[in-house]
Each structure stands twice: as structure tokens, then as C-alpha cells.
């Protein structure tokens, strides 16, 4: 959750450090700080808050030197103050670490160093590892062992940086488990860590991920990785196709206003290379399926949290009625505790913008460990997730910096979508004529979000009519369902007002007891095949006085008679209308959000990749 990065070379540590931890910022923003090796000591600014105070800190008490290593933080251990705010130094200030996870044994690690006479000057677990790695410099270990044998004695999922004023020829970090990624930046006689990509894309395309139970140690020259064992590791290096303007906001006032705009973008590049209009086929070659794979599979699991898990309930409809396999979605967090019935047909599918999920992790570990296949749907390229399947589709969407996840919600919808398509054709299931069919809709996905996002001006104008309710209440039947889920977390996570997504055909058994002229009902009712029944449950929210907000196919006068504000969406063939109905909703939330004048990017208490349980 938390960010890092850090910086071996010959230029100034502190800009580098300050711009990278800006780009991740999203990852955690309780606190922020630095630390830079300057001449033949360690100097550390950190503060509570946002970076924005660390910067002013640092201008006030100006700092340059390098190596150097940088922290954003969502507390764990220990409230968000100075004193918990990394990096953490050990006794005698020589020893710096910044960390991402939670030392599980630390209590007990605390009272071993308490018992040599270590005093504690925070409340977090993290110190426990730089008061480990000055003990074992002091029993006359380099940094490197030390730092190894430090790695060894943790319980937990780690990434972990740390430097020393007395070897500053080097950085040491390591992955353990599933705590978030730990990538290298190779520069030419400098190098960068970070915990994710935006923080170095200005610098380097160059990446190496570090595996689970890695470390390296980092210098000017080179990188050297081996398992925590150490047994030398062959360097596997990716080159990121990002570029560094792709994390920048650009015109935009938010990073989920611009993804919000990307999106026509994000589902072209999803579609590239995929789709064979002319043959009428699915081709995705990094899922290495073979036809007799598919004829074996029974069942499919989708496994995913929070946006990513709603996606899949798009993805669990459209892959039982086009390749008519058997598909259950069940959230990461629920599932490993689940005993899952999984066999070696069973298909596990992951879906994850970052690929780092600690819920989704520990999900598709329990999937192998029953023999399940593995896949996944990721948009961090190189990503765990994306690492340790047999096999994956990338959302190609580009960096996804908002909190609240946008485009790399409706990405793989389209991508589920192809994934029904191709299993269908691989086991025989589908006839000529409707699998080309299906593939010939998928060519207009990307003009229809286009189409969607044109109609920003009028969503912006309910937003200023909802901006002051309390609650909200968001219904959707059939395919269109999950959107209802997705529109109502979209809303509570940026605007902070109480929402629910409800099946709409529950309304009766329950949530009708609330409507009243204080209880906006949004209704997702483009025409699809659960229509019908859409317009019957406008009707009675309207009956007991609630106010509607319909999203409507363009021309549905029907609708349009029953709402009181109506968003249009084009007409969109049924399976593909998700993709469309979730875009107003998106933009509806954003603009609440923005008009109540809150962090939109950065919603309180939220991070973007919840590494830890
Ligand atoms: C966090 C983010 C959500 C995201 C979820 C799953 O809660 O705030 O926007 O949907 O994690 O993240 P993933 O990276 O696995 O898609």
C-alpha cells in the first residue's frame, strides 16, 4: 500500500525521490519522507500528511546528496504521525529503512531488541527491521548479510528498502510474499527501486520485478539479485511501454477525470491484435489455450475485490451465455478462507488493475494449491498476478493513477467478453454466424464510449442537483446488475455519501422501506433483455415518492417519461452495454465528488493497491 522509492547514482537523490513519490502517491498519503546520504551521514525530513508537506519541509530544510530512499505511507502500526513516519533509523542513526507490509511477529522481535537495551522511537513495526540489521552490523556483518539475516527472521509479506551511511555504494531491498511489488529501474551508472512503475518512467523504461523471498543489492554500476538464501538470480528484465506523460494529469483537473477520458483509448488498445474481423475470431495468444485445454475446462472461478471483483460479475454472465461453462465470482478475501471446490479443471481467473492484490494473491495461491489452472486479468504488466499465471490478457489501459478505478473497470469487461468468445470457438460451441456476429460488435465498443463521455456537460448538471444528498440508492437487473454495484462504490469511495447497489428485482424485500423524496434512486435501464422489468421498478420507486435518475438508450421515451433525470447512453448490443451504462456513472461520481470540493484522487482512508489482508 504504502510507496517507495530510491536512488543510487551520480545526481541529486531529493528531486528524484519528491517527483517519484508524487507519481505514488495514490498509493498511501498518511505520511511522507526521505532520507539522503549526505557526505558521510544519513539525513531524514519526513512529516505527517500529505507529500505536499514533506515538500515544503525540504524547502525550508534543504537536503541533497545521494544514495537516497523515499516513503509514502498508510499506516498500518501506528497512528499517522511524525514519529511513525518513515524512513525509520536505527540507534546510532547510521541505518535507514523504508518499508511496505506488516512485520507479523514484531511484538516479539520488539521485546527481544528491547531486552539487548534497544529503545523504540515510533510505534510501528517497521523499526524492528532497522534495529535487526544494526545488530547484526554489529556482530560484524556487511550490510548485505546483514540485511539477509534481518529479511529471514520477518513473518509477513514485505518490501523493503534500506541503505547505510557507512556503505553508500549501495541500496538493499527485498520482496517477501505479497505485500506489493519491489521494481528496479536500470539507468546507465545509476539505478532506481521503487514499489511501483509511474514513480521511474521518467527516468528509465528499463524494469526488473523482484520475485517473492528476493533481494538485491542496488549500485551506480549495476544490480545484483539473489533469492534471500543467496543463490544468484538470472536478471528477466521487461521494458515498460509507458511513457512518463501517461501519469501525468495534462488538462484534466483529477487523474479520474482524465481516466474517465482515456477510455475510448484504453478499450482500443484492449481490442488491438485481438480481434480478427475478418476470420470473425478472438485471438489471445498470452493464454496459451489450446482447444483441448479448453474442452477440459468445467468450471471457472473469478476471484477479484472491489471494482475488479464487479467486473468479473459482468464476466461471469457473458462466459455462461456465450461459451455456456459454469462461472462462480468469488471476492479474493472470502475466497482462500472458503475451501474452495477446485480441481485440475477448474479455471481460476484473477482480475486486478495492479496485479499486487494481497486478497487476490492469496486467492490464486489457494487456486494452484488445489491444481487449478491459472489465469488473470491484469494492467500492471509484469505484476505478480500476471507472473505466477498459466496464463494472462493484459488490459493495456496504461497507468491507472486515480484511487477509484475507471478505466481499468470497463477494460476487462471487453476483455471477458473476447475470453467468452474464444472459449466458445476453441470448444466448439458457438455458430459461425453468431460468433461473428459478436466479434463484429466489439468494433464499436470504442466510438460508443466515445459517444458516452460526449454527454459530460449533462451528467455534470445532476451531479449539481444530487450533490447535497445523503444517501443514494443504485438498481440494475441482469447484465447491468453489477453496474449498479460499481456506480454505488464509485459514489462512496470519492463522495463520501452513503451508497447501495441493489438488485433491482430485491427492491421490495427490503431497501423500498427507504425511499422517499430523500432517497435518490439511480435505475439502470438501457434496453437490454431485463428492460421490461427495469421500467416496472421505476415505477415503484417513483410511487413512494423517490426521485429517479435513469440511464436510458438514447430514444427510450418510455424511461424517459418515468425519470426525473435521465442519463443517455448510445444504443449498445446487450453484452457490450455494461461497458457504456458504467461510464455515466463514473462521470456522475466524479463530478459529485468534485463539486463537494474533496480529494478526488485521493479519497480518505482508500489506497489504490491493498497489499496487505
Ligand atoms: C482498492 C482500490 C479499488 C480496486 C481494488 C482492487 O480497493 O481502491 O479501486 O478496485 O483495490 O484492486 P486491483 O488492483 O486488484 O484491481
Not at 131 to 152: C, Q, Y
Not at 486 to 495: C, D, F, Q, T
Request: one cysteine or more; a negative charge.
Amino acid at each position: 500500500m504504502c510507496g517507495i522509492v530510491g536512488y543510487i547514482g551520480p545526481r541529486d537523490a531529493t528531486p528524484i525521490i519528491l517527483n517519484g513519490l508524487k507519481r505514488l502517491e495514490y498509493r498511501g498519503y498518511d505520511s511522507a519522507g526521505l532520507a539522503i546520504v549526505v557526505e558521510d551521514r544519513i539525513e531524514v525530513r519526513r512529516d505527517a500528511g500529505k507529500l505536499a508537506r514533506l515538500e515544503e519541509l525540504v524547502r525550508a530544510e534543504p537536503v541533497s546528496g545521494a544514495p537516497g530512499i523515499g516513503h509514502t505511507r498508510w499506516a498500518t502500526h501506528g497512528s499517522p504521525s511524525v514519529r511513525n513516519a518513515h524512513p525509520h533509523r536505527g540507534s546510532n542513526g547510521r541505518v535507514v529503512v523504508v518499508h511496505n507490509g506488516i512485520v507479523e511477529n514484531f511484538l516479539e522481535l520488539r521485546d527481544e531488541l528491547r531486552a539487548e537495551g534497544v529503545q523504540f522511537s515510533s510505534d510501528t513495526d517497521t523499526e524492528t527491521i532497522v534495529h535487526l540489521v544494526e545488530h547484526h552490523l554489529a556482530i560484524g556483518h556487511d550490510l548485505t548479510e546483514a540485511a539477509r539475516r534481518t529479511f529471514g527472521q520477518l513473518q509477513g509479506a514485505h518490501g523493503i528498502v534500506l541503505m547505510s551511511a557507512d556503505e553508500p555504494d549501495k541500496i538493499v531491498c527485498a520482496r517477501i510474499g505479497n505485500a506489493g511489488g519491489v521494481v528496479l529501474g536500470l539507468g546507465e551508472g545509476e539505478n532506481f527501486i521503487a514499489s511501483d512503475i509511474p514513480a521511474i518512467l521518467d527516468h528509465t523504461r528499463q524494469v526488473v520485478f523482484l520475485e517473492s523471498r528476493q533481494m538485491a543489492v542496488v549500485r551506480r554500476e549495476g544490480v545484483e539479485i539473489t533469492s534471500l538464501d543467496g543463490v544468484p538470480v538470472t536478471m528477466r528484465g521487461n521494458v515498460i511501454a509507458w511513457d512518463a506523460a501517461a501519469a501525468e494529469k495534462g488538462e484534466y483537473r483529477h487523474f479520474m477525470q482524465k481516466e474517465i477520458h482515456e477510455q475510448v483509448r484504453s478499450l482500443t488498445d484492449t481490442l488491438a491484435g485481438r480481434v480478427d474481423l475478418h476470420e470473425g475470431r478472438i485471438r489471445l495468444p498470452e493464454l496459451n489455450l489450446t482447444p483441448d485445454q479448453a474442452c477440459r475446462i468445467r468450471r471457472i472461478l473469478i476471484t477479484a475485490c472491489g471494482t475488479a471483483a464487479y467486473a468479473g460479475m459482468v464476466g461471469k454472465i457473458l462466459i455462461e451465455k456465450i461459451a455456456r461453462i459454469p462461472v462462480e465470482v468469488q471476492i479474493g478475501s472470502e475466497f482462500r478462507y472458503s475451501d474452495p471446490i477446485v480441481d485440475e479443471n477448474t479455471v481460476v481467473l484473477a482480475i486486478s488493475q495492479s496485479g499486487e492484490t494481497a486478497d487476490t494473491l492469496a486467492a490464486m495461491e489457494e487456486g494452484r494449491r488445489k491444481g487449478a489452472v491459472l489465469w488473470s486479468i491484469v494492467n500492471v504488466v509484469g505484476s505478480q498476478a500476471m507472473r505466477i499465471s498459466d496464463g494472462s490478457i493484459s488490459m493495456q489501459t496504461g497507468p491507472e493513477i486515480g484511487v477509484a478505478s475507471t478505466k481499468a473497470f470497463t477494460a476487462p469487461l471487453v476483455d471477458q467478453y473476447m475470453l467468452a468468445i474464444l472459449l466458445a470457438d476453441l470448444r466448439g460451441t458457438l455458430d459461425e454466424k453468431t460468433r461473428r456476429a459478436l466479434v463484429a460488435d466489439l468494433r464499436l465498443i470504442p466510438d460508443l464510449a466515445g459517444r458516452t463521455l460526449e454527454r459530460e456537460a449533462e451528467v455534470e448538471k445532476v451531479a449539481w442537483a444530487l450533490k447535497d444528498v445523503r444517501d443514494c440508492l443504485y438498481l440494475g437487473r441482469g447484465i447491468n446488475m453489477p453496474i449498479a454495484y460499481e456506480g454505488a462504490l464509485k459514489l462512496k469511495e470519492i463522495s463520501y455519501i452513503h451508497a447501495e447497489g441493489y438488485p433491482a428485482g430485491e427492491m421490495k424485500h427490503g431497501p423500498i422501506a427507504l425511499i422517499d423524496e430523500n432517497m435518490p434512486v439511480v435505475c439502470l435501464a438501457p434496453k437490454d433483455p431485463w428492460h421490461e422489468k427495469m421500467i416496472s421498478q421505476i415505477q415503484q420507486a417513483r410511487a413512494r415518492g423517490g426521485t429517479v435518475i435513469a440511464v436510458a438508450t438514447d430514444g427510450d421515451e418510455v424511461v424517459a417519461d418515468q425519470a426525473d433525470h435521465v442519463l443517455w447512453v448510445p444504443v449498445t448490443p446487450w453484452m457490450l452495454s455494461p461497458v457504456v451504462t458504467a461510464i455515466p456513472l463514473q462521470m456522475l461520481a466524479y463530478h459529485i465528488a468534485a463539486i463537494r470540493g474533496l480529494d478526488v484522487d485521493q479519497p480518505r482512508n482508500l489506497a489504490k493497491s491493498v497489499t496487505v489482508e
